[in-house]
């Protein structure tokens, strides 16, 4: 039996109650040998052990979401949410092979599309290698939750999965708004 500081105590008192499968989730990540991390943070990770000494064929970020404030304009909220993914982009880019990729999937539909996940990552680097429907039933036991809202799912159609790699060195940097 493992023991546990008090940050993970409340870390898992949090999933158990807010998460009902949470726990379970974890222990059989766990008895198939993955390591399993919280309180990572994506805009940060390529500077904390054990990610600063890694790399990686690909990283993945699915629905990311830096949250929703009532009293924001639609300007902040997408401003705020493109800041958490440029972010992203710039710390992951270290973690990669040079032939890696990085993965996003994102709703594709309305406010989301404001994002430019393209354009974002050209910015740092990257170039769209594709993009591709997502589709929840290629993912067993795979469900969507809102960041602490609860055990809700959320609707996660349309949405889609970009694939990004390192531009090459001769490549033009450009990019297109996303469709």
């Not at 870390?11 to 993955?34: D, H, P, Q, V």
């Not at 309180?39 to 000494?53: G, L, R, S």
């Not at 404001?114 to 469900?143: C, H, M, Q, T």
Request: net charge positive; charged share 25%; proline share 3%.
């Amino acid at each position: 039996m493992a023991l546990l500081d008090k940050h993970q105590l409340q870390f898992s008192e949090f999933l158990s109650t807010n998460y009902e499968n949470a726990l379970s989730n974890i222990n059989k990540l766990r008895s198939l040998g993955a390591k399993v991390m919280h309180d990572v943070d994506a805009t940060k990770m390529a500077n904390v052990f054990p990610f600063n000494c890694m790399h990686f064929d690909r990283v993945v970020y699915n629905f990311p979401l830096a949250g929703f404030f009532p009293n924001e304009s639609k300007e902040v909220e997408i401003w705020r949410h493109r800041m958490l993914v440029q972010q992203f982009f710039e710390n992951a880019k270290s973690m990669i092979h040079i032939n890696g990729e990085i993965h996003v999937t994102h709703k594709s539909n309305g406010f989301f599309k404001d994002w430019n996940l393209e354009f974002l990552a050209s910015r740092v680097g990257f170039r769209l290698i594709e993009e591709v429907p997502f589709n929840l039933k290629d993912y067993p036991g795979y469900r969507t939750k809102y960041g602490f809202g609860g055990d809700k799912n959320f609707d996660c159609i349309p949405s889609k999965t970009y694939k990004f790699g390192l531009k090459k060195r001769n490549e033009k940097a450009g990019y297109r708004f996303m469709k």
